[in-house]
């Protein structure tokens, strides 16, 4: 039976602006929709004003606005929540486990992917804190902020207002981090010990909190899931500007009627970018959204190297074997091959490049099925590598990095994908239903959520569901396989997937 219950007696938490009331279930207190900012369209976010009296926390706040409509999964692997859209989307989430004798508790920030055009905090059941915060005993808070053309459009040929409107989105996030240094003690939580955690683009933005000097005091350390993608998903400064005004233009708005761009609405705008984007890719112009380096960024770690404010702060890299697989193969099919067959379908993918590559695989994974290299992942593995390096240079030996190479049961089988891990993490994996395959699943949840755990407590990441873990130094680059069987391991697929960039398929994704 559910040890859970709802109390009636409901938590008021006095904060910097105003009392908030919450509810509590079990021994966790749950504030929802919070908001930590304000900001007029287009420009840096400020902080919210003050409230008399009490405000209710107890309802999930507006989420970004989205350039896609929803494409939930198969139920079995994993319910999406969908929620109201607005652009009144500076809020946040909170957990947190009911305090005694004024004890401070570890808090855990989760950032959500997306890239930075889509998604929101709340997108999955499993994205739900209340495990984590309940099992794990840490406060955990989950942030939303401005995606797409209302976080990253670069409006910086059109008045010197908009100089930073290319990066709003990010500023979001420095501004969530100031409140939650400001007023998380009210909830139980110690601000001098904060963990950014965040998933693909949401890895993504706790690079660049890491980058934002602005943002240093804000977090003592961070934990990046397929996060460190290839370059080709970021825009410069150039083709952001080109963008923009494509945009502009299909709307009539120039820099004399600039302020047309206040009143316009977020479908026209979004119209607006589907006529401009295909003519300007036609052009050789990348129109995906992302932040754009200039006097507030500096740029991606990767590119640039790790700004010295935060260059020591621990870090942990992640990435999966599986990421981004599009493998026309499904269980029926996969069972009545033959090893030949399987040769002959990697040959087809590969060409001439299949035997070594085959020949790397076994060694790299020497206990999966030869197929599993058709599902293998190089795009985000080799970026993950090089940011981790790049940490690696600070010599304080608190680089860390896994690639997660289980295999789940789905298709007949394939190495996990871009975000599995995430529900093993917050002890969700009941909510993802294929992942929670009989003894694996709540081994891996326990090896995740405890690593996690760890390094959001102690800023290390071991732990007994794992052997010994080295960190990643710039003369051993180690990585914590995690399998059926884990091992830490040093340098075991550097030619592979060196290889396999040059002769896999080119990966390519689709921002409307």
Known sequence: MNQYVFEPQKPVVQTKYGKLRGV??????????????????????????????????YTYGPMPLQMLPPNPPP?????????????????????????????KKPVFVWMHG????????????????????????VIFVSIGHRLN????????????????????????????????????????????????????????????????????PYFQRGIVLSGAMNGSLMMTDADSRRLAKGILDELGITRENIQKVYEVSYDEMLAAYKKAAPKLRAEGVTCSWSPVPNAYFPGLPENVGFMPASADKPIIYGSTLGEFARVPLDADQKAAMTQEDKVRFLKERFGDQTDRLMELFRQAYPTHDILDLAYMDSTVRIPTVQAALAHAKNGKDNTYVFTAAY????????????????????????????????????????????????????????????????????????????DRECACKEAHDEALVALHEKAAPKMTFNFV
């Open 24 to 57: 509590t279930y079990g021994d966790v207190n749950i504030f929802m929709g919070i908001r930590y900012g304000e900001a007029k369209r287009f420009h840096m976010p400020v902080e919210p004003q003050p409230w008399d009296g009490v405000k209710n926390a």
């Open 75 to 103: 139920y079995y692997r994993g319910l999406h929540m969908l929620q109201k859209q607005g652009e009144d989307c500076l809020n946040l989430n909170i957990w947190a486990p009911k305090t005694l004798n004024g004890e």
């Open 114 to 137: 997306g890239g930075y055009f889509s998604g929101n905090a709340l997108e999955e059941y499993s994205f739900d804190g209340f495990n984590l915060a309940h099992y794990g005993d």
């Open 149 to 216: 053309m209302m976080g990253f459009l670069n409006l910086a040929d059109y008045g010197p207002e908009f100089e930073n409107s290319v990066n709003v989105g990010i500023a979001d996030l420095v501004l969530a981090l100031k409140w939650v240094h400001e007023n998380i003690a009210a909830f139980g939580g110690d601000p001098e010990n904060v963990t950014l955690c965040g998933h693909s683009g949401g890895g993504g933005k706790v690079q660049c909190m890491y980058q934002l000097e602005e943002a240093a």
């Open 407 to 482: 295999c789940a049961p789905e298709d007949g089988w394939v190495p996990l994908w871009h975000g599995g891990e995430v529900c093993y993490i917050f002890m969700n994996e009941d909510k993802v239903f294929v992942l929670n395959e009989a003894i694996y699943g709540q081994k891996l949840a326990n090896i995740f959520s405890t690593l996690v755990l760890n390094f959001t407590k102690y800023g290390d990441p071991n732990n007994k569901y794992l052997p010994r873990w080295e960190p990643m130094t710039t003369e051993h680059h180690r990585t914590m396989v995690i």
